[in-house]
């Protein structure tokens, strides 16, 4: 059990569970033209998971003097786990998790994919080693590589496919699967934050130069509440412009994702203690969730 914690099982599953709904509730249901079959779709999926799982990895092993201080309680290497098998498993996750990029990558016939196996292990490494120490860049590379985790089911499934014949069709598809990374990269933007005030006392002790550090809790805050006014009015503008004819995605989006949305403003506005942001950070990701979740909805929208 200490090593799914170690790998942030929870979100592994949320990774499994929005490249599951692009590929199943999204893309082959409508008779898009993909390039993965089911076996080359878990492959995909499993080097996607086991990279990401060495990113958390990493991360915990250099968190381990902040977490002393944030969350006693949460310490996993040093404590359940020592820190050289950390160390060995998240080696032999990143290795097996770049070979089956490879080998996907071949499947579909561009092997010069691969490259961004190479590139999200080595920038998961670096943000845990270096850039979650910055200001804001650290927040904004953890964020593109969440995003990354959707957009690259459109990589492999979608763009070795086109064709002049369905290119239209193909990049329809892709730009909706870019729209769901832009909200996911939106969201963890917003967490990330949110955690790093949770966080500022221990950041600030160990010399982090976090935004919370740098420019203080208050206006830090400011800062993450006009940031949750984008996904917000984001989704209201596509609403009133893209499915304001289909009556169950109306619903849908209103109840499940606006409505959280605008509670989750109104918590933000109101936050003051860690045990605030804490709970900022797991309403973001029910959000997230239901979010993904819209993408079952594509039956009825694109009717």
């Known amino acids: 059990m200490h090593i799914l914690n170690l790998i942030r099982w929870k979100n592994l599953l949320m990774i499994i569970l929005i490249q599951y709904l692009i590929k199943y509730a999204l893309l082959e249901p409508f008779g898009v033209s993909t390039a993965l079959d089911a076996f080359g779709f878990i492959t995909l999926t499993l080097s996607t998971i086991l990279i990401a799982a060495a990113g958390n990895i990493i991360n915990d092993i250099y968190d381990v003097e902040t977490d002393t201080i944030n969350k006693p309680n949460h310490i996993i290497v040093g404590k359940h786990i020592s820190e050289k098998m950390a160390y060995n498993l998240f ?19 561009k092997s010069a994919f691969f490259a961004l196996f190479v590139i999200i292990s080595a920038l998961l490494y670096i943000y845990a080693t270096y850039l979650k120490r910055t200001l804001l860049i650290g927040n904004i590379v953890i964020s593109i590589l969440v995003a990354l985790s959707i957009i690259i089911v459109g990589f492999f499934d979608l763009l070795p496919n086109v064709t002049a014949q369905n290119q239209s069709t193909q990049l329809t598809f892709f730009k909706i699967v870019m729209d769901y990374a832009y909200f996911a990269f939106i969201i963890n ?21 976090t935004l919370p550090v740098a420019i203080g809790r208050d206006r830090t805050n400011k800062i993450l509440f006009a940031l949750s006014l984008i996904p917000l009015l984001t989704i209201i503008f596509y609403i009133t412009n893209s499915i304001y004819k289909n009556q169950i995605a109306v619903i849908y989006f209103l109840v499940f994702i606006v409505g959280p949305l605008i509670y989750l ?4 506005f109101n936050a003051k203690t860690k045990k605030n942001y804490s709970y900022i950070s797991n309403i ?15 039956k009825y929208i694109l009717l």
Do not use: P, T
């Open 91 to 109: 080696i032999i996750f990143n290795i097996l998790g770049v070979g089956l990029g490879y080998y996907v990558s071949y499947l579909v016939g």
């Open 189 to 209: 933007l917003i967490r990330e934050i949110a955690k790093d005030i949770e966080d500022i006392d221990g950041d600030h002790k160990v010399g982090m130069n």
């Open 265 to 268: 403003c109104i918590k933000i």
């Open 284 to 298: 973001l990701k029910l959000i997230m969730l239901s979010g993904m979740l819209s993408l079952l909805l594509y």
